[in-house]
């Protein structure tokens, strides 16, 4: 006689994501511009510094697809390798922050006392100022470039997976499976990796999916206003920067990287609002 359960046995995250449209359409996007910043150099027509001296300012042509950028730049090359710097910088930035602040946030709500108290108040404190401000005041300390955008995207985005991995932690800490592993000997650090890490991966995938679109955001302002990725790499930042001061001759320099970056986040956030509704217990 075949088992019951089977018949009551939950679907799938990926059953549950695949219908339903909005998460289709997000994931679509996400694998789509992971794939464009993999082979997007590769497939770029035109180098990035390469002028087109006579086709400046112009629109989209047969010769260049999408236009050109002041000094005669193609802009869908540009847009392309942009893709990939975009996508290193907010995912190498926000998969730190993940780690770190997972590991801190499991230590914290595992162990309370003093090391649980100064680090959520130093949380507090880096919670009080937006993500931006708060990611300008440290490029400023920092200077401006690559390495010193991740540092501050990193830094910024610590506390809030700090925060949601300490919660899961001192619900989990009261569990009988966990007085368990007490009793049986188990040692401390195998009891986080084996039944407290484990719990706080579904909340994690949600909130890494938000923040990276917050992540891609934070890069493209601040290389916007001069501080994260410099001239002549392109990112969507400093592309937008270059564009507007030429907006009522030719509209494409901001709109190419700035319609990158809004696909970019829609599809993020299509996503990540998916799996919160897929892997949040209360929904």
Same mark, same amino acid.
Request: proline share 6%; hydrophobic share 55%.
């Given at each position: 006689?075949?088992?019951?359960?089977?018949?009551?046995?939950?679907?799938?995250?990926?059953?549950?994501? *695949?219908?339903? /449209?909005?998460?289709?359409?997000?994931?679509?996007?996400?694998?789509?511009?992971?794939?464009?910043?993999?082979? #997007?150099?590769?497939?770029?027509?035109?180098?990035?510094?390469?002028?087109?001296?006579?086709?400046?300012?112009?629109?989209?042509?047969?010769?260049?697809?999408? #236009?050109?950028? &002041?000094?005669?730049?193609? %802009?869908?090359?540009?847009?392309?390798?942009?893709?990939?710097?975009?996508?290193?910088?907010?995912?190498?930035?926000? %998969? $730190?922050?993940? *780690?770190?602040?997972?590991?801190?946030?499991?230590?914290?709500?595992?162990?309370?006392?003093?090391?649980?108290?100064?680090? !959520?108040?130093?949380?507090?404190? !880096?919670?009080?100022?937006?993500?931006?401000?708060?990611?300008?005041?440290?490029?400023?300390?920092? +200077?401006?470039?690559?390495?010193?955008?991740?540092?501050?995207?990193?830094?910024?985005?610590?506390?809030?997976?700090?925060?949601? /991995?300490?919660?899961?932690? %001192?619900?989990?800490?009261?569990?009988?499976?966990?007085?368990?592993?007490?009793?049986? #000997?188990?040692?401390?650090?195998?009891?986080?990796?084996?039944?407290?890490?484990?719990?706080?991966?579904?909340?994690?995938?949600?909130?890494?999916?938000?923040?990276?679109? /917050?992540?891609?955001?934070?890069?493209?302002?601040?290389?916007?206003? +001069?501080? #994260?990725?410099?001239?002549?790499?392109? /990112?969507?930042?400093? !592309?937008?920067?270059?564009?507007?001061?030429?907006? &009522?001759?030719?509209?494409?320099?901001?709109?190419?990287?700035?319609?990158?970056?809004?696909?970019? !986040?829609?599809?993020?956030?299509? $996503?990540?609002?998916?799996?919160?509704?897929?892997?949040?217990?209360?929904?």
């Amino acid at each position: 006689m075949p088992d019951a359960s089977v018949h009551h046995r939950r679907p799938s995250v990926w059953s549950r994501l *695949i219908r339903d /449209s909005g998460g289709v359409v997000g994931l679509v996007i996400v694998i789509l511009v992971l794939l464009i910043a993999a082979i #997007g150099p590769f497939l770029a027509p035109y180098g990035v510094a390469q002028s087109d001296l006579t086709n400046r300012l112009a629109g989209p042509s047969a010769a260049h697809l999408l #236009g050109t950028d &002041e000094l005669g730049q193609d %802009l869908l090359s540009r847009v392309l390798v942009g893709t990939r710097v975009t996508v290193y910088v907010a995912g190498t930035s926000v %998969l $730190l922050a993940s *780690i770190i602040g997972v590991t801190v946030g499991a230590i914290c709500g595992y162990f309370g006392g003093w090391f649980d108290g100064i680090v !959520m108040r130093v949380v507090d404190v !880096m919670f009080a100022f937006p993500a931006i401000l708060l990611a300008l005041l440290i490029v400023a300390v920092l +200077g401006p470039g690559l390495n010193q955008l991740i540092i501050a995207i990193t830094l910024v985005y610590i506390p809030a997976f700090a925060r949601v /991995s300490r919660g899961v932690a %001192l619900s989990v800490r009261r569990e009988l499976y966990i007085e368990a592993a007490y009793a049986i #000997g188990l040692p401390v650090w195998k009891t986080i990796v084996r039944y407290v890490i484990p719990n706080i991966l579904s909340p994690v995938m949600v909130l890494f999916t938000v923040t990276l679109a /917050s992540g891609v955001l934070v890069e493209a302002t601040l290389s916007f206003l +001069g501080l #994260g990725v410099q001239p002549p790499e392109p /990112s969507w930042g400093n !592309m937008l920067n270059a564009g507007k001061a030429f907006m &009522e001759l030719s509209p494409w320099g901001v709109l190419v990287p700035g319609g990158a970056l809004v696909v970019t !986040m829609l599809g993020l956030n299509l $996503l990540g609002d998916s799996l919160r509704d897929i892997l949040d217990p209360r929904l």
